[in-house]
Nanobody
Framework: QVQLVESGGGLVQSGGSLRLSCTASGIYNIYRMGWYRQAPGKQRELVADITSGGSTNYADSVKGRFTISRDNAKNTMYLQLNSLKPEDTAVYYC???????????WGQGTQVTVSS
């Protein structure tokens, strides 16, 4: 059974930083990992992802502020959120795609709230 456990969300003032973590269990062949977010009344959007080859990409709105990374030995992905803005407020979801099945798996989400 695949499980994605997220942590690191919270309340922070504008300009502050947070570090999100996502640890995957029950999956050993990961094709790519990514972070998505969903704000109230909006659709879920891709924030950043990282492929099995190490390539990364970011949404234009977070470029230069967020950094995605991974620790393959720990099956863990991180998202460093710097220079946070109120518009970054959302539930952030971890997503993993398995190489063998190409199926997507989702974490439960972690709330990030940025105050003015």
């Amino acid at each position: 059974q695949v499980q994605l456990v997220e942590s690191g969300g919270g309340l922070v003032q504008s300009g502050g930083s947070l570090r999100l973590s996502c640890t995957a269990s029950g999956i050993y062949n990961i094709y790519r990992m990514g972070w998505y977010r969903q704000a109230p009344g909006k659709q879920r959007e891709l924030v950043a992802d990282i492929t099995s080859g190490g390539s990364t990409n970011y949404a234009d709105s977070v470029k230069g502020r967020f950094t995605i990374s991974r620790d393959n030995a720990k099956n863990t992905m991180y998202l460093q959120l710097n220079s946070l803005k109120p518009e970054d407020t959302a539930v952030y979801y971890c997503n993993v795609r398995e190489s063998r099945t190409y199926l997507n798996y989702w974490g439960q989400g972690t709330q990030v709230t940025v105050s003015s």
